[in-house]
């Protein structure tokens, strides 16, 4: 009689049909109790869900305000419709909804915390900055949605201009991954750093500026801070050192510190070395205010000769009418004209026409603004407004 186990190869054949077999049992079954599920969604929730597919969002609120039953396959319908609300500036609706939500019992853990969230950004749309932040708050405490909720307090923060509060949930957002976000951390240190030096505190605003640094080494502002705190503590080597970095990171933003780095200078008595310094840094990127700048210095070291040379051979590189009405300046005083010679004529229409601000521009938005922003006040975007018009290079 034949033993059992000489059929063992093909039994080992059997077991992937098997298994094949099992599978699609389970899918069967999954199936069947998908449409059980199904069954069990109230008459109710269809006809609210037809409201809000037909445009009918008044008639759908009572319907889905009803509904006894809310569950992880229906809680998707009550979130979009409150969320139609709210985009359409029905704040209490939204926010009827999503309370509505939150004291259904049936709710899981993971779908309270959402309803929560949702709560937290009906209030925040409405103004209602403190009942927002409480609800964030919970969100965090709930372990669910933690980094949308700390982004939507970072909101509120800069809304509220609370830069302390702003770089404790920025931090927080950096710690759980989000490393984009290093450079708008170094914009709330400035910021904070700015409160110390108005309040006369120059060494908490080091202090700030530093956290600036450590964050993002190339922050502009920042290293401005440091030029102008160092002026502050009158520490000129250190300002000087500060400035020829702003030059090898972005010399656009230069005249912004020109009044720092010709005080530094002069402080340390090197005046003639700032002129070469400046006629460097021009070579490498003209600026109008920079070129008026060693205009005024060669007028005070130098004598009106040496800078008429100088803005002759600045207008045959870079015509401009800055330097015209600069060049028709000196000339009327070297030669005295007349008070109503040609030249004072010409000298008065030019001096009309000259630009005398340095104009800046948003990189995102194009606002452009006669002072510098570090946030855009029109789209808001921090770090992207530039130094424009007196930037020839960038003109040209
Ligand atoms: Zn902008």
Known sequence: ?????????????????????????????????????????????????NYLLSDQQERALPVFLHLVQV????????????TIYRRSGNYDKAIEVHQNLIAKPSLSAKY????????????????????????FNDVIKNGFYEQQARQ?????????????????VTRSLIQNGDSTLRSLIAQFYCEISDQYFKKGNIKQAEVAAKDALSYDSDCIRAIIVRVQNAVALRKFKDAIKF????????????PVILPYCIESYR???????????????????AN?????GIVNLLVEVKGEEAALIYIQKQLVLRPNINGLASFIELMNKQDNFAENSHFQKLQKAVEHIRQKNDLY????????????????????????????????????
């Open 361 to 396: 521009q948003c990189n995102k938005c194009g606002y452009t603004s006669g002072t510098l922003n570090w946030q855009c006040p029109s789209c808001l975007v921090w770090g992207e407004i530039k130094p424009l018009i007196g930037d020839m290079n960038a003109k040209n």
């Open 243 to 254: 400035i020829k970095r702003i030059e090898q990171t972005d010399s656009r933003y230069f």
């Open 1 to 49: 009689m034949e033993d059992i186990f000489s059929y063992w190869p093909w039994l080992l054949l059997l077991l992937p049909v098997a298994y094949l077999l099992g599978w699609l049992k389970g899918i069967s079954f999954k199936k069947a109790e998908s449409s059980n599920s199904s069954n069990s969604l109230s008459s109710d929730y269809f006809k609210g869900l």
């Open 152 to 168: 939507y307090m970072l909101d509120i923060y800069q809304q509220e201009k609370e830069w302390s509060e702003a770089v404790k």
């Open 112 to 135: 309270r915390s959402k309803a929560l969230l949702e709560l937290g950004r009906d209030y925040l749309a409405a103004g209602l900055f403190d009942r927002a932040e409480g609800l």
């Open 71 to 82: 569950d992880n396959e229906t809680i998707d319908t009550h979130l979009a419709l409150a």
């Open 267 to 285: 402080e340390l008595g090197k005046l003639n070395e700032l002129i070469d310094y400046l006629k460097s840094v021009e070579s490498h990127h």
């Open 288 to 292: 109008l205010s920079l070129m008026q």
